[in-house]
């Protein structure tokens, strides 16, 4: 006789198991489920129960008390008050405002109602922050007077809220404080759809009440107090008058951060700037005070940012630099809720300095290309084209061995026929005695780094005129440039890309083979027909343009105080002249016209 004795399989035994998990699972869900209904029904049982309370209590209290303490209506309930049931802590959050029925007309209106608090609108929200509550819960109701009106020795204050567009602004909060009335007045309470809120029953009192206007992530706008340093603000307190309607308005909008960067005219950052920053936006008159004013000083690496500060245009300045342009240029508009960078480039301190923004008349936008060109009587001269940045040396008397560009008055190389030391400034052929000089020599400059990669414009020097006796071409120049601030080789070149052409004075404009470098070098070649003459270079510059050049923008340096003509052309404008007096560094805004 044969008994069978198969069991189960291990796959088998794992796929009960599985399908035993899932059903706990759904099961033990379903009962979560069932416990988390319950438990938000109870909640909003109790919640409710509180909300019927607040209601009853309130509707039996004596008209004249149901308010506000220092709200408006005046009255003796809280704001907010926390209560406990069953082991749970409730926040309870009454507002209370008068309502001007058109029953009997409104306050301005036609009729004007002289006494427009007509009645009481009643608000309740019930909370509890320890249920995981996603919003609370909440109850109105009106509450009406048994015979009169709101106290006619009373007015009315409409505060409306609108930002930078003049477009209104809902859900401002407003706060109101007055403690020189009776009863004193601190309430707050947030604008309508209108950007309105209406306080109809305040009572009197000549500039009283201090308001101030916020919203999480906006800028804030208040009235302000007169003090010694603002005697005479231009928004100050609001005057309520009994039976009139006080009208004032506050204008807020998103706030703006301001990334500010210092650095030279090479790109490279400048730390421990020092610098004012001064808004257009007025608080006060006579004197004229700002709403911003500040100083600020840049860190180490050149940087500083200013967080939630509001739209204006601003003025950048500082005493220790010179200001040589700005992107964008100064004074510099800066809109609501923006993240605006601001890079300063920044100079040595010439002592008195004219910075002209050339600017379109119809779009503000800077002008590119625009001719500059700035004398006085006194004899200055001097022509710059904007958007075009410069790197310039006018010392050579450090010496060489310098393989940087971080000390201007040295340089790389240079062979015995050359002088740098005798005339201060100045490149000449040296000497070998008896009022004779060599007749040729070279000078390479150390690596220029131009901060990034670059187009090259101009090769320009001074003099450009040298003696005739020097012969024709007595000063030439050639270039290299590189990517890289170490190449194999400087390979040095002319304005045709070749080791056999030059600069000249009669060719200043550099070969385009030369764009998309960062770094560049130029030698100097003397040369002079005969050896009782030399030439002379006391200035040199490379002009360029890269993403950090200021844009419409033209730095003149080392003025004197004078009173300057500036002239500007440029291809599709109208020209432009006019004078500008100059005592200390100055921002002058050219605005042009169209032909």
């Not at 009994?242 to 204008?251: C, G, K, L, M």
């Not at 304005?495 to 960062?518: E, F, K, L, M, W």
Request: aromatic share 8%; net charge negative; with cysteine.
């Amino acid at each position: 006789m044969s008994r069978s004795s198969k069991g189960f399989s291990l796959l088998e035994i794992v796929v009960a198991i599985a399908v035993l998990l899932i059903f706990l699972v759904g099961l033990y869900s379903g009962i979560q489920m069932v416990f988390k209904v319950v438990y938000q029904s109870r909640i909003q049982v109790l919640e409710n129960g509180l909300l019927n309370e607040q209601i009853e209590l309130i509707r039996n209290l004596p008209f004249e008390d149901i308010g506000i303490v220092n709200g408006s209506p005046a009255g003796v309930l809280a704001r907010t008050v926390t209560t406990t049931r069953n082991g749970l802590e409730f926040e309870i959050t009454r507002t209370i405002r008068n309502i001007d029925d058109p029953f009997d007309g409104t306050i301005g209106g036609t009729p004007n109602d002289t006494a427009p608090a007509d009645y009481k609108a009643v608000y309740v929200e019930v909370s509890c922050a320890a249920c995981r509550q996603e919003k609370p819960v909440s109850a109105s109701t009106y509450v009406a007077p048994k015979y009169l009106e709101g106290d006619p020795t009373h007015g009315a204050l409409f505060i409306q809220v609108f930002d930078a567009s003049a477009q209104p602004v809902s859900g401002a909060t407003v706060r109101v404080v007055a403690t020189t009335t009776d009863p004193q007045i601190d309430l707050e309470d947030t604008t309508d759809n209108e950007g309105m809120l209406r306080l109809v029953d305040l009572p009197g009192g000549q500039e009283a009440y201090h308001i101030t206007v916020t919203k999480a992530g906006y800028t804030t706008d208040q009235t302000y107090i007169a003090t010694e340093s603002n005697p005479n603000p231009v928004r100050p307190p609001a005057t309520v008058v009994a039976q009139d309607v006080t009208e004032i308005s506050f204008s807020i909008d998103e706030a703006s951060t301001l990334s500010i960067t210092t650095q030279n005219s090479l790109c490279s950052a400048v730390g421990s700037v020092p610098i004012d920053i001064t808004g257009t936006r007025i608080i006060g008159t006579d004197p004229s005070v700002p709403l911003t004013d500040i100083s600020i000083t840049t860190g180490a690496n050149g940087t500083y940012s200013l967080q939630s500060y509001p739209w204006d245009t601003y003025s950048l300045e500082t005493t220790s630099y010179d200001i040589k342009g700005a992107i964008p240029a100064v004074p510099i508009a800066i809109s609501p809720g923006v993240s605006q960078p601001i890079q300063l480039m920044v100079g040595a301190d010439s002592g008195i300095s004219l910075l002209t923004v050339v600017r379109d008349a119809i779009t503000s936008q800077p002008v590119s290309n625009a001719t500059v060109h700035v004398t006085s009587v006194a004899g200055y001269d001097k022509t710059i084209v904007t958007d075009v940045g410069t790197v310039r040396q006018t010392d050579w008397s450090g010496g060489s061995g310098q393989a940087e560009f971080t000390n201007d008055i040295r340089y790389w190389s240079a062979t015995g026929g050359v002088d740098t030391i005798s005339s201060a400034g100045n490149i000449t052929l040296s000497s070998v005695g008896g009022g004779t000089y060599n007749l040729s020599g070279e000078l390479e400059s150390s690596t220029i780094d131009l901060g990034l990669a670059a187009s090259y414009v101009n090769l320009l020097w001074e003099p450009l005129a040298q003696p005739l006796e020097t012969g024709e071409q007595s000063v030439r120049f050639q270039l290299a440039s590189s990517a890289s601030s170490s190449p194999a080789a400087w390979d040095f070149v002319g304005p045709d890309g070749t080791a056999t052409s030059y600069y000249s004075s009669t060719n200043t404009v550099i070969g385009n083979h030369h764009d998309g470098n960062q770094y560049v070098r130029y030698k100097l070649f003397l040369e002079t027909a005969s050896s009782t003459y030399t030439p002379l270079v006391s200035d040199i510059n490379i002009t360029y343009t890269n993403s950090c050049t200021p844009p419409g923008q033209a730095y003149f340096r080392a003025l004197t105080a004078d009173e300057y003509t500036v002239s500007v052309t440029a291809t599709g404008y109208q020209p432009y002249t006019s004078t500008v007096s100059v005592s200390d560094d100055t921002i002058f805004t050219i605005q042009m016209s169209t032909e």
